[in-house]
């Protein structure tokens, strides 16, 4: 027989340690918090800042101008 405290219990538990790791995974992002150049896959350039990752995944991008920007895997890169 299930207890649901005790089930309800565990999925808050769960939800903690999710938030806790994508908080973690976010602060290893690499050149997260610095303004560097970005290229879009239409080859047009764009300061921005790396902020964070979506719940889908996208890497988040605040641009140098506040437009918060979502892309996902190489839709953008990094200019170095």
């Known amino acids: ?3 649901i405290d005790n089930l309800k219990s565990i999925l808050k538990s769960w939800e903690i340690e999710a938030l806790i790791l994508k908080e973690d995974y976010t602060n290893l992002l690499f050149n997260k918090d ?3 150049p970005f290229q879009k896959l239409d080859q047009s350039i ?3 800042r ?4 979506s719940l ?3 890497l ?5 101008k506040g ?3 979502d892309f ?3 839709e953008v890169k990094m200019i170095f």
């Open 1 to 3: 027989m299930f207890d």
């Open 34 to 36: 610095v303004l560097i």
């Open 50 to 53: 790396i902020v964070g990752i």
């Open 56 to 58: 889908t995944g996208q």
């Open 72 to 74: 996902d895997v190489k």
């Open 60 to 64: 988040k991008i605040l641009s140098n």
């Open 46 to 48: 764009f300061m921005g």
């Open 67 to 69: 437009l918060p920007l």
